[in-house]
């Protein structure tokens, strides 16, 4: 089966994860960083999810999950390892019209978790279509050597850049040319080599003088 890639905007979307083990845990830390408020239900917790109750930064339910649960929800993981557990939260929350993810069993998930790299703003998601999360995992960690630190710099230089390309004369057409020779590679060669001089001569070479790291309010470590 085929499955339609999409990155899910929960910024302050309530996200419930079933489950209090580590696996639960690495779910949390995901989904606190895309900024969802965050309700676990579990009658039991590893120190790690039991720090991140102490320090406020997710809700707690003590007890076993029940299947009134998934209501309110934007989406629902179920992490407890317990087939009949698990297949009851996907039932429930498919009734209730609430995205569901089951660890490991894309059966019975109407969403699936792909293995992703972060750099900044940049994130690059690796999907078997749940054939083997092994391998994407093998893959996102074979990019993770490829794709350093510098394209989140070389990121947010184009970001700043495309906003004042918008805010400038320049033609659609003009905006995606600059850009695009921009991103072709060189950009994010001067970034590793942490070359400010050659950043700043592509930058006024392609987008026009003044277009400077400085003026970007960018710094290269």
Do not use: C, W
């Not at 779910?27 to 917790?45: E, N, S």
């Not at 790690?48 to 309110?72: H, N």
């Amino acid at each position: 089966m085929s499955y339609y890639p999409v990155f899910l905007d929960l910024r302050e979307r309530p996200a419930l994860v079933v489950g209090g083990g580590e696996v639960a845990h690495g779910k949390i830390v995901a989904l606190l960083r895309a900024g969802a408020r965050v309700t676990v239900v579990a009658p039991h917790l590893v120190e790690s999810i039991e720090r991140l109750v102490q320090d406020g930064k997710i809700t707690l339910v003590t007890r076993p999950y029940a299947a009134e649960d998934v209501r309110g929800f934007h989406l629902v993981v179920a992490t407890t390892g317990d087939a009949e557990i698990d297949r009851r939260v996907s039932s429930d929350a498919q009734r209730a019209g609430v995205l569901v993810n089951v660890v490991d069993q894309a059966a019975l998930s109407s969403f699936i978790a792909p293995a992703v790299l972060e750099r900044g703003n940049l994130q690059i998601a690796v999907s078997t279509s749940g054939s083997s999360p092994a391998l994407a995992v093998s893959l996102r960690d074979r990019l993770e050597r490829e794709v350093g630190p510098e394209y989140a710099v070389a990121l947010a230089i184009l970001r700043e850049v495309r906003a004042r390309l918008r805010a400038g004369e320049q033609t659609s057409d003009d905006r995606r040319r600059i850009l695009r020779e921009l991103a072709d590679g060189r950009l994010v060669d001067r970034v590793r080599a942490k070359d400010r001089a050659g950043v700043d001569t592509l930058l006024a070479s392609l987008a026009g003088q003044g277009m400077t790291l400085k003026a970007l309010g960018i710094e290269l470590d």
